[in-house]
Nanobody, 118 residues
Framework: QLAESGGGLVQPGGSLRLSCAAS????????IGWFRQAPGKEREGISC???????NYADSVKGRFTISTDNAKNTVYLQMNSLKPEDTAIYYC??????????????WGQGTQVTVSS
């Protein structure tokens, strides 16, 4: 299972850190991706980290968001800085079937709401 937390309401320019806690499996063997879905829009993949720590980002978040993993806590984080109103969405994490980011996800969290508004 995956469980996201850390969402909330933040002003433009602010920061949030989302957590994705894994249970029932170890992150040592799986890549994890972060996604978001805004109302009326398609789900967007925004970042992924391989089990060895290599990561990638969508252009829309590059330079503002950072993905990281704490293997001891079996948790993946998404640090979000310089937030914009267009970052408002439900954020999800998902497990890739492989240890690298192959875009083949089989386990999803329930999502956490992020709202960027003044």
């Amino acid at each position: 299972q995956l469980a996201e937390s850390g969402g909330g309401l933040v002003q433009p320019g602010g920061s949030l850190r989302l957590s994705c806690a894994a249970s029932g499996f170890t992150l040592d063997y799986y890549a994890i991706g972060w996604f978001r879905q805004a109302p009326g829009k398609e789900r967007e993949g925004i970042s992924c980290t391989n089990s060895n720590g290599h990561s990638n980002y969508a252009d829309s978040v590059k330079g503002r968001f950072t993905i990281s993993t704490d293997n001891a806590k079996n948790t993946v984080y998404l640090q979000m800085n310089s937030l914009k109103p267009e970052d408002t969405a439900i954020y999800y994490c998902a497990r890739d079937r492989r240890s690298w980011c192959s875009a083949n996800y089989d386990v999803w969290g329930q999502g956490t709401q992020v709202t960027v508004s003044s």
